[in-house]
């Protein structure tokens, strides 16, 4: 991390997040992988051990390793792991998620009951509609809305086209989180990420749309309480049981927890 990340650069664990729950009245959380190793699955996965309100954990792996059943095999017992993820929009090759290794190993996860996390850009989406349709089996989570660059000068045509085809797929729903974050102007506004929410709405409807914070990334550019908020009020006009699905409901289905 750098200086722009000040924010953040300290430990959180469940402590800090406990109390923050419970003041939105949140019953509990799914913990999500921040590093690409084995060992943060397996600490992730201690803490929901330790913790009632960590529901789940979606957890990293070894996907492109010849080997990776052998390793899946290891957490398969573990009714705490509920989903995988890779960190796909940090890798050089805009391509990635496309690799033959890669999409092997994806292949292995329906064999678990695992959901998989996209984690990606806006740009990463014509890349990411093939990788779905390339696994119709598999349930996918886009995260983050898959980051589009939210500007106030000019409204992201390029991800509404994209995110749009990529929601005709069934076996794929959609986080609304990490919006904050790729705000390019220097301060946001619910106005702002409006017409993004009524985007994602149209496209997955409430059946297919989970409540994330991205905490405590988030921290870089909101807080937890403030984006609850948000989201709430972006879900103002839907009715009482849609408000329900998608602030828990749909996340307690999607990830069988």
Not at 60 to 69: E, I, K, N, Q, S
Not at 124 to 149: C, G, N, T, W, Y
């Amino acid at each position: 991390m750098t200086e722009t990340h000040e924010a953040i650069k300290r430990d959180f664990l469940p402590s800090d997040l406990e109390p923050i729950l419970k003041r939105n009245q949140i019953d509990g959380c799914i913990a999500v992988q921040a590093q690409q190793t084995l060992d943060e699955t397996e600490w992730l996965l201690k803490l929901a051990e330790e913790n009632s309100f960590v529901k789940g954990v979606v957890g990293w792996f070894p996907f492109r390793d010849a080997d990776l059943a052998r390793v899946l095999d290891r957490f398969a017992s573990n009714q705490a792991l509920v989903g995988a993820r890779h960190v796909v929009h940090d890798e050089p090759d805009d391509d990635f998620i496309l690799g033959k290794e890669f999409n092997r190993g994806i292949g292995e996860l329906a064999n678990y009951d695992l959901v998989y996390d996209i984690l990606i850009f806006e740009k990463h989406l014509p890349q990411s509609i093939e990788f779905v349709d390339r696994h119709p089996h598999q349930q996918f989570v886009v995260d983050h809305i898959a980051k589009p660059r939210i500007d106030s000068r000019k409204f992201d045509e390029n991800w509404r086209k994209n995110i749009v085809e990529l929601a005709g797929r069934d076996n794929v729903a959609c986080k609304l989180s990490g919006m904050a974050t790729e705000v390019l102007d220097p301060v946001w506004d619910h106005a702002l990420l409006e017409p993004y929410f009524h985007t994602a709405l149209e496209a997955f409807g409430p059946e297919r749309l989970l409540f994330g914070s991205d905490w405590p990334v988030c921290l870089l550019r909101t807080d937890y309480d403030r984006w609850f908020k948000t989201v709430k009020a972006a879900l103002g006009e839907l009715s009482a049981s849609e408000q329900s699905a998608i602030l828990g409901g749909n996340a307690e289905k999607i990830y069988q927890l």
